[in-house]
């Protein structure tokens, strides 16, 4: 059932024990609006458990609370709310079992979103930790710096660091508010840039694989399980490609087991979330991604073909 930030805020109010989840293969918005909705719950006197089934990005070790968050637990929890945040229910991997029976909050600006939990609020917002915010601003309540530097980086992650489109006056006036409550930008974007060497050299052999098509509209990069198992996080590397002139469409596939790909699309404009989600995937107009059960050569080519065509459709 879709509700209103009313009704949402209302819920966490009303909740004592709270489960809070994000999608697997996490980034910062999805960890830092769980920190950040769980900092806040916390310093409301409630008992808050966070589960992403995932490894986390070590550039987000810096975040309060980032220890916390655990995998799984063989702990009972008797939770009277499981929020789920920037995805559905269908990415969370296996704290599904975890909160089966409980009753679920689902906060999500993915477009893409099923709608199957118990409560929806879902928003066409820059990030879920914007939701987040609006969120606690509209309880008016005192954001500490546990909450606020967890927020301001899902909002500087899912924005690009407020310069992709989704970047809204009221993006940059969360962000202000953040700020305001003692967030350095700098310490943020500084711990989000560092990267081990051996990504650096990962890129280096990403960019060896590019393929260009439909005549200079899609870029392409393919990374083979054995390259991809070498990278610690690809975060980042479709934006090494999708600045090349003339692209419209950008595309990395990397092999994430010898049968299993993990594709993420980019574009300036076209609707790639169809695309994704035609593959089982989903995501936004410019942002999408998908699983691909096959080995990188064919998952290659049948995305590929796709995009040609769509982009041919579109002229
Ligand atoms: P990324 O390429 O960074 O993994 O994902 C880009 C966007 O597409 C993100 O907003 C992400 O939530 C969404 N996305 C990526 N993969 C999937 C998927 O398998 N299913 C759905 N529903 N969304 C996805
Ligand atoms: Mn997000």
Redesign the pocket.
Known sequence: MKISLDETAGLLEKAQKIIITA?I?P?G??VGSSLGLGAFLMSKGKEVRIYIDDKLPRNLSFLPGYDLIKRLDDERFDADLAVIL???M??IGAVSDLIIGKKTLNIDH?I???GKADYVYIEKRAATAEMVFEIIDYVKAKIPLSVALPLYTGLAT?TGFFKFSNTRSYTMMAAARLIDCGVKPNEVSEALEQKPLSVVEGEIEALKTLTMAANGRIAGIFLDYELSSKIEST?GF?DLIRVIEGVDVAV?IKGISPNVC?????SKGFDV?KI??KF?????IR?????LNMPLEEAKKMLLDSLVSALEENK
């Open positions: 999608h293969n980034d918005d999805a920037d995805t559905d269908g990415r993915h893409s979103n099923d899912d975060e479709i990395m993990r594709a993420s699309i980019r979330s994704a989600m089982g995937g989903g995501g936004h942002a999408a991604g998908c699983t």
